[in-house]
């Protein structure tokens, strides 16, 4: 969706009778939510406020995050009487006591305050236009440099001022935004991937009653916890390990048995009824003490072993090498005769590229390519963007493509760009792929279609790596593959529950 989309949807509710300040006040209250939900552990928060009503948004989120532990400064562009009339208002409702500048607030402190340092950007929203100017340019510096000197974290209201919300272009002095809680809907200028180092993770925040239906559905689209509620809907009491599904994998090879457990681990813990691992006969002894109780072991020596088991979906390619010509061959044979759903990560992949054997990306398929490996599978995009190297993907090939990265894409042939929402650069670590196709294979053994569930596989995982740093006692640098299966539970928990 576009600022001006967004502008008249929002112009409608209030013909329609609902107030701006309550719009506020719900945006406001629910952007405090999602900061509370990043930082369980209440600290300091300065809202850098502008103008207009995004500094109206931050005011509010101010009260109520006071109301829940937090210290809370405010740092103006300006004299506030210059405010909105509506910002005024929320100003004043915030009151003076106990609000002052962080250096005020440190000031007076005795001794260093506990908790984390987060920013609130409420310079600007959907009225901006054009580069940062005045105060503001001077306020996104200071912000910027809180982040990088004092560790603070900045959350930006509606989307990271400085950033154009339509083209996703970066203006000079932009703020570096850790979390972007956007309402009512993603602006389209978030989701490209220019905008993807200042916007960090996404999170939305609807707006009761805002009608978006007469908006043309946009070729690029948020892959959001609240698009995702229905496919994790809680089982039946009669459910039973055939409703879950069974997976089976082929993976690990030799020196590359980690991978085979993680994706093995990463399929039980997303739910599947039953795991089955096929590995090289030649590697059995070694990774059947690795591997949780739950899975099967199956030790073979041909591909055709594979056949007989029966199975809802596959996931093949972690840690099975790139093979030489004639393994390749007998690989794409064995792929030729797969007709369930089925995930190719990894030397899948690499196999399939070296072997010039593209076709086998049909529609049963997920794929779930790094940068490097769509390079080997679509060489002649250099100087692409993201989002046309995916689009020049799906012209050519039915499969459901997961395009990892920073801004990991989902998409397929007739569908939108979807862009995962949740994630760190934490995750640049090796296994971390592993664990999303095992999950995403058991999604597809419980009988969610290739797109649904690459969108489902990608958030949990993201989110599962967020938790581990916010709730596991985890950083950006220490978080492992392994942290990220321990917390999945919670990341499905919190999509059941509308966590952010
Ligand atoms: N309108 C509504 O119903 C709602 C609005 N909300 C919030 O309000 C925001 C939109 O509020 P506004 O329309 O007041 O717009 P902004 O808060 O984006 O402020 C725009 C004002 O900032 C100044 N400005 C624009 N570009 C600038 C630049 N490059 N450098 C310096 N100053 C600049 C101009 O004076 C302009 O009037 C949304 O993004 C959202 O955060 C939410 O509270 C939900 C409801
Ligand atoms: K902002």
Redesign the pocket.
């Known amino acids: 969706m576009t600022c001006e989309q967004m ?1 008249s949807a ?1 112009a409608l ?2 013909k329609s009778g609902v107030s ?1 300040e309550s ?2 006040e719900h ?2 209250r629910e952007i405090a939510k999602v900061v509370a939900s990043f930082f369980p552990r209440p600290g300091k928060v300065v809202g850098f406020i ?8 931050a005011l509010v989120a101010l009260r109520y995050l006071r109301q829940w532990g937090w210290k809370v400064a405010v740092e103006c562009a300006g004299q506030e009487k210059r405010l ?1 009339k509506l910002s005024v208002q929320m100003r004043k409702m915030l009151g003076g006591d106990g609000v002052r500048t962080l250096e005020q607030l440190e000031e007076r402190a005795s001794g260093a305050l506990p908790g984390p340092l987060v920013l609130l950007d409420g310079l ?11 105060p ?2 001077e306020l996104s510096k200071k912000m910027n440099q809180l982040r990088l000197t004092r560790g603070a974290y900045t959350v930006a ?3 990271p001022s400085g950033i154009d919300g339509n083209t996703g272009s970066v203006y000079h002095g932009a703020v570096i935004a850790d979390y972007t809680v956007t ?2 809907a993603a602006k389209v200028g978030l989701l490209q991937s220019s905008a993807c180092n200042h916007v960090g993770r996404i999170a939305l925040v609807e ?1 009761p009653e805002l009608d978006l239906s007469g908006i043309a559905s946009p070729d690029v689209c948020l892959n959001s916890a609240q698009s995702l509620v229905p496919n994790v809907l809680r089982r039946d009491h009669e459910y039973h390990k055939g409703n879950a599904g069974t997976v089976s994998i082929v993976a690990g090879s030799r020196g590359m048995l980690g991978a085979a457990v993680l994706a093995a681990t990463g399929a039980l813990r997303a739910g599947a009824g039953i795991v089955r691992l096929f590995v090289s006969a030649s590697i059995y002894n070694q990774i059947v003490g690795m591997l949780p109780a739950e899975v099967m072991v199956v030790p073979c020596t041909s591909y055709e072993e594979v056949y007989p088991y029966p199975t809802d979906s596959y996931v093949v390619g972690p840690g099975i090498g790139v093979g030489n010509q004639s393994e390749q061959g007998q690989f794409c044979e064995f792929l030729k005769n797969l007709t369930k759903p089925m995930v190719l990560d990894a030397d899948a992949l690499n196999r399939i590229a070296a072997a010039g054997e593209q076709e086998l990306l049909t529609a049963n398929v997920v794929l779930t390519p790094h940068p490097g490996e769509m390079k080997r599978l679509l060489p002649e995009t250099t100087g692409y963007t993201r989002e046309q190297i995916a689009k020049l993907f799906c012209a050519l090939y039915p499969s459901t493509l997961l395009y990892k990265g920073s801004k990991t894409i989902i998409t397929r042939r007739h569908f939108p760009i979807c862009v995962n929402a949740t994630g760190h650069a934490g995750m640049a670590s090796g296994g971390q792929g592993d664990v999303l196709s095992g999950v995403i294979g058991a999604c597809l053994a419980r009988g969610l279609s290739q797109f649904e569930a690459a969108r489902l596989g990608s958030w949990a995982c993201g989110r599962a790596a967020e938790l581990a740093v916010s709730i596991g006692g985890c950083s950006e640098e220490s978080v492992l593959a392994t942290d990220v299966l321990q917390h999945l539970g919670r990341a499905f928990e919190d999509l059941r529950t509308g966590g952010a």
């Not at 600007?124 to 005045?134: I, N």
């Open positions: 502008r929002e509710l209030i701006e719009l506020m945006a406001g502008g103008t207009g009503h995004n500094g109206g948004d909105k600007l929203g959907v009225g901006a236009s054009g580069p940062l100017r005045g503001l340019l209201m509606d989307l309402v009512g707006l």
